[in-house]
């Protein structure tokens, strides 16, 4: 089945303690993406990757780390949480000239 | 950034009633303009998009237009239903490569028996 996978899917943890919430898709798409969502605010972007090796920075990448080493996953990391990260998290990934976004199941996550 | 404007942020609507929701833009060289859904407690997903050379397309109950000029497009939703019930996104492509999109805040459409 073609999809996208985030794990943790919950996760609570405490202001600097180092996390990284996965991602990975099975559709060898090319581009891949993080996006936080916040009452209120949408989805904003956080990091892209273009292919293996590409990543650049969305709308709020403050806070966050990324890496594309395999085609198929999308790490993301906080290195320092802090309580502003409280938020729910999407993957999503895409084709080359397809703009269709296919988005994971999401990761809330609870900084205290 | 683009600027992505949707309203209204709330709407409440009967059974069987028709349901707009309006979005609007700032960088006219856009040229895709989608519409997601997300239920509660799931992933948005793309419900119905259209590409800058056509006005509308429609999809059974739902259907977008688009208007250029003025720089906005709307998702109509006819014939409601209870499962229509969801928050809805609209999205243009980010100022950027990438594929990424930056999205409306979100219609929270609750239709009601």
């Known amino acids: 089945e073609a999809q996208v996978t985030q794990n943790p899917r919950y996760l609570i943890t405490v202001t600097g303690k180092k996390l990284t919430v996965t991602c990975s898709q099975n559709?060898?798409?090319?581009?891949m993406s993080w996006y936080r969502q916040d009452p209120g605010l949408g989805l904003r972007q956080i990091y892209y990757?273009?292919?293996?090796?590409?990543?650049d920075k969305g709308d709020v990448p403050e806070g966050y780390k990324v890496s594309r080493k395999e085609k198929r996953n999308f790490p993301l990391i906080l290195e320092s949480p802090s309580p502003n990260q409280t938020s729910l998290y999407f993957c999503?990934?895409?084709?080359?000239?397809?703009?269709?976004?296919?988005f994971g199941p999401g990761t809330r996550l609870t900084v205290l | 950034g683009e600027n992505v404007e949707q309203h209204p942020s709330t709407l409440s609507v009967q059974e069987g009633d028709s349901a707009v929701i309006k979005c609007t833009y700032s960088?006219?060289?856009?040229?895709?303009f989608p519409w997601y859904k997300q239920e509660l407690g799931k992933r948005p997903q793309l419900i119905i998009d259209?590409?800058?050379?056509?006005g509308e397309k429609k999809d059974q109950r739902i259907a977008v237009t688009l208007n250029k000029t003025a720089k906005h497009f709307s998702l109509h939703i006819t014939e409601t239903q209870p499962e229509d019930s969801a928050v809805y996104f609209c999205?243009?492509?980010?100022?950027?490569?990438?594929?990424?999109?930056?999205f409306g805040g979100g219609t929270r459409l609750m239709v009601k028996p």
């Open positions: 999503a990934s895409s084709l080359v000239g397809r703009n269709e976004q296919f």
């Open positions: 559709m060898n798409h090319e581009y």
């Open positions: 990757s273009m292919n293996v090796e590409v990543t």
């Open positions: 960088d006219s060289a856009s040229n895709y």
């Open positions: 259209i590409r800058s050379n056509v």
């Open positions: 999205a243009v492509p980010a100022l950027r490569a990438g594929n990424m999109l930056t």
